[in-house]
């Protein structure tokens, strides 16, 4: 049976979903386009993803492609799936891709931005997507411990113990903090990121915005390679991966010449 490689972007909230990967007995990103797939297709496709992002993570861009006997094509596809599938995920941009394009191998940098809301006020278009913290951060602490994180670094500290990295060596290349009223927005852009990397970079960052942590600690922190001397891990509904960039596109992020290692 002929085959042929189909591409395709995929958004969600990932409030309700137990994480990316396909789970028995749980409701996952992977496992529903899957089972969507047969219901409009008739027949079984795997979908592979760019991005195994954990439970309650959100995607603004997730990459994912699938192998199809179908010769639908990929924009009726797209109409196809988002007809069947609930409020919580769509998919889009669909595009015939070479048979051996693998998602994961095809990306050129990723993007995620963290949100966090200071204060106790009710934000409800908020709530959802950020992690309330309930006093004032000194960002410009923030920014400064932010710095000495970019770059190519061993990020052993700020690695899921139970990741299945081999190496823990990344690129870093930009982290930026910006405010929109009492939330902040905690960009990193970087090569590939580990397991609950993000999430444990803010954890430690937020840390030094309450005073917890001295800016200039994040050297010490890398050189330790011990995940033990990083903050807490910061909740997961205010992480959403909002970029992945092929290899191939003109604006794939790369190290600037002063942090490149």
């Given at each position: 049976?002929?085959?042929?490689?189909?591409?395709?972007?995929?958004?969600y909230?990932?409030?309700?979903?137990?994480?990316?990967?396909?789970?028995?007995?749980?409701?996952?990103?992977?496992?529903?386009?899957?089972?969507?797939l047969?219901?409009?297709?008739g027949?079984?496709?795997?979908?592979?993803?760019?991005?195994?992002?954990?439970?309650?993570?959100h995607a603004?861009?997730?990459?994912?492609?699938?192998?199809?006997?179908?010769?639908i094509?990929?924009?009726?596809l797209?109409?196809?799936l988002?007809r069947?599938?609930?409020?919580?995920?769509?998919?889009?941009d669909?595009?015939?891709?070479?048979?051996?394009?693998?998602?994961?191998f095809?990306?050129?940098g990723?993007?995620y931005?963290?949100r966090?809301?200071?204060?106790?006020?009710?934000?409800?278009?908020?709530?959802?997507?950020?992690?309330?913290?309930?006093?004032?951060?000194?960002v410009?602490?923030?920014?400064?411990?932010?710095?000495?994180?970019v770059?190519?670094?061993?990020?052993?500290?700020?690695?899921?113990?139970?990741?299945?990295?081999?190496?823990?060596?990344?690129?870093l290349?930009v982290?930026?903090?910006?405010?929109?009223?009492?939330?902040?927005?905690?960009?990193?852009?970087?090569?590939a990121?580990?397991?609950?990397?993000?999430?444990?970079?803010?954890?430690?960052l937020?840390?030094?915005?309450q005073?917890?942590?001295?800016?200039?600690?994040?050297?010490?922190?890398l050189?330790?390679?011990?995940?033990?001397?990083?903050?807490?891990?910061?909740?997961?509904?205010?992480?959403?991966?909002?970029?992945?960039w092929?290899?191939t596109?003109?604006?794939?992020?790369?190290?600037?010449?002063?942090?490149?290692?």
């Open positions: 049976m002929n085959t042929r490689r189909v591409a395709f972007r995929v958004e909230d990932g409030t309700d979903f137990h994480g990316w990967q396909r789970q028995t007995g749980q409701r996952t990103v992977q496992g529903l386009l899957e089972a969507t047969l219901d409009v297709l027949e079984r496709c795997e979908v592979d993803g760019a991005s195994r992002t954990d439970a309650g993570v603004r861009d997730q990459l994912a492609a699938t192998r199809l006997a179908h010769p094509a990929p924009a009726s797209v109409k196809a988002n069947k599938l609930p409020a919580d995920v769509a998919v889009r669909a595009h015939e891709a070479p048979p051996e394009f693998a998602p994961r095809e990306s050129g990723k993007r931005v963290y966090v809301l200071c204060g106790g006020e009710r934000r409800p278009l908020w709530d959802r997507f950020a992690w309330r913290v309930l006093r004032p951060l000194d410009d602490a923030m920014m400064r411990a932010g710095d000495a994180l770059g190519t670094h061993d990020f052993t500290s700020f690695a899921a113990s139970d990741g299945s990295h081999t190496s823990a060596v990344r690129s290349y982290i930026e903090l910006r405010a929109d009223g009492p939330r902040l927005d905690v960009t990193f852009v970087g090569s990121f580990l397991k609950q990397m993000v999430r444990n970079l803010v954890g430690t937020v840390e030094v915005g005073g917890k942590r001295a800016p200039d600690s994040m050297a010490a922190i050189a330790a390679r011990d995940r033990r001397t990083a903050g807490a891990t910061a909740p997961a509904l205010g992480l959403t991966l909002e970029r992945v092929l290899k596109d003109p604006d794939a992020p790369k190290a600037s010449p002063q942090n490149a290692s």
